[in-house]
Each structure stands twice: as structure tokens, then as C-alpha cells.
């Protein structure tokens, strides 16, 4: 069975959140003059490394590395882009979409096509290429290439990368 794991939608919740935050932020009079003090973060230290050839993925951070883990990658056909990108969205319990069919996959967390965490990097048109977990646990501990260029991760391993990875984090894929 063959799933196109780029064709989550992880973006349309955040989208419907941001949306509805915004028609919830207070309005301001036009008549009185406001200051606007806009916070800025500090930039996101720490990167994602994942190796294509060595089939494992790991996390630097604040110079400590945790990892590797082993992880499936995407087949010949459809492979895991390689260079360096950010972090884009992470969702917790995201619902797999098929970009063929359309069709919503019914089921969300630990046994859906994603798995219980995504990591979104790379869009691609409306489809994204993303770090997730797996039902299939065999594809990840045989270090397969069978995915449509999503990488693939055991679930309690996905979770404690999600738990180190931050939005606008560094993702450095080297073949």
C-alpha cells in the first residue's frame, strides 16, 4: 500500500486558528493614536540533521546532539528532498489526506498514516513534505525507502524529536 504522506494538510488547522485569532484581536480606533510594540523572538537555535544515506535523523541543540534515530525514508520514485529548509508547522494528532484521492483518512494519533506528531518542512505546491510517525513500524527499523518522500519515524521517537524542535528550526538534509 502505497500513501502520499505529502498530502497532509498540518497547514489548514493552523490556518483556521490564525484566522479566528485574528477576528478575535481587539480592534483599534483610527481617532486615538496607538504605539504598536511588536516582540521579537530570538531566533530559533539548533538544527535537525538528517543523513539519507545512513538512514537516521538527529537533533543539535544548544550543542548537545540527541539521536539518531533510524528512519524511513522516501522511495527512488518520490525521494526525501535533500538540502537545508525550515521547520514550517508541527501538529500534534495530524489527519492524512490523499493527494490522489482527496479522501480524509478517518483516523487520527498513534495508528494513522502520520502517525501522532508531524513536523512540516518543505511545501510543494498544496502538498508538504514532513518528519512523521508511523503505524508500520517494520519500514522505519529496516531503514526503508518506501515513502513519497516523507520521512518516516517510530512514534516514541518522533515524539521526543517533536519535543526538541521548534518552529523556524534549521532541517539539513545531506544525501
Known amino acids: 500500500m502505497s500513501l502520499k504522506c505529502t498530502a497532509c494538510v498540518p ?8 484566522s479566528s485569532l485574528l477576528v478575535a484581536a481587539p480592534a483599534l ?10 516582540a521579537v523572538s530570538p531566533p530559533v537555535k539548533g538544527r535537525v540533521v538528517l543523513d539519507l544515506g545512513r538512514r537516521q535523523i538527529s537533533v543539535v541543540r544548544q550543542g548537545q546532539t540527541l539521536g539518531p534515530w533510524p528512519v524511513a525514508i522516501g522511495d527512488p520514485k518520490t525521494p526525501t528532498p535533500s538540502g537545508v529548509f525550515k521547520v514550517e508547522n508541527m ?6 489526506q490523499s493527494t490522489k484521492s482527496g479522501k480524509l483518512h478517518p483516523k487520527r494519533g498513534p495508528q494513522s498514516p ?3 506528531r508531524w513536523i ?8 508538504q513534505f514532513g518528519i512523521h510517525g508511523t503505524p508500520w513500524p517494520h519500514w522505519v527499523k529496516t531503514r526503508a525507502a ?4 516523507c520521512v518516516r519515524m517510530l512514534n516514541a521517537h ?6 526538541h524542535v521548534e518552529v523556524g528550526m534549521a532541517v539539513e538534509i545531506t544525501r
Open 11 to 18: 497547514g489548514l488547522p493552523v490556518a483556521l486558528l490564525a
Open 29 to 38: 480606533s483610527r481617532t486615538q493614536p496607538t504605539q504598536l510594540s511588536m
Open 91 to 96: 501538529m500534534m494528532n495530524p489527519q492524512y
Open 114 to 116: 502520520l502517525g501522532h
Open 120 to 127: 512540516g518542512f518543505l511545501r510543494s505546491g498544496p502538498n
Open 146 to 149: 518506501v515513502s513519497n518522500g
Open 158 to 163: 518522533v515524539q521526543q524529536l517533536y519535543n
